[in-house]
């Protein structure tokens, strides 16, 4: 089983979920989303998934992405659920104000280890 996949099911161990990725087709300059899981529970987890050697940071121009990616998103596809955007990333995620303001959860390597 591959690692992302490990990191799937403990985010939705018990709700049935569909998993892809996700390009727009309209907004410049481009969004792509890394994971789109699409929840039963009228959830969609957003996810973007980074390495780096130190826990990642949210900058702010990153963080002005991340709102760009999400407003795409929300408008291309028309969904009315609730939007959860989650960082996975290998050494996990900063704490700042930007990580704060816009991410709903993180998971580092350490999950999968449980």
């Known amino acids: ?8 099911f403990f ?3 018990a709700v049935y979920t569909e998993i ?4 727009s087709r309209k907004s410049s300059p481009g ?3 890394d994971m789109v899981i699409d929840r039963k529970d009228r959830v ?3 996810c973007e998934i980074k390495f780096s050697v130190k826990p990642f940071t949210v900058s702010k121009s990153y963080a002005e992405n991340l ?3 999400v407003m795409a998103f929300r408008m291309e596809t028309g969904t009315k659920k609730t939007i959860f955007l989650t960082i996975i990333a290998a050494n ?3 704490a700042n104000e930007y990580s704060l303001q816009l991410v709903q ?3 580092d390597m350490n999950a999968l280890f449980e």
């Open 31 to 33: 969004a792509q989303i």
């Open 11 to 13: 985010l939705i161990a």
């Open 44 to 46: 969609i987890n957003l």
């Open 92 to 94: 996990g995620l900063a």
């Open 67 to 69: 709102r760009n990616k």
């Open 1 to 8: 089983m591959s690692i992302w996949l490990q990191v799937v």
């Open 20 to 23: 892809s990725t996700w390009r």
């Open 105 to 107: 959860d993180s998971l």
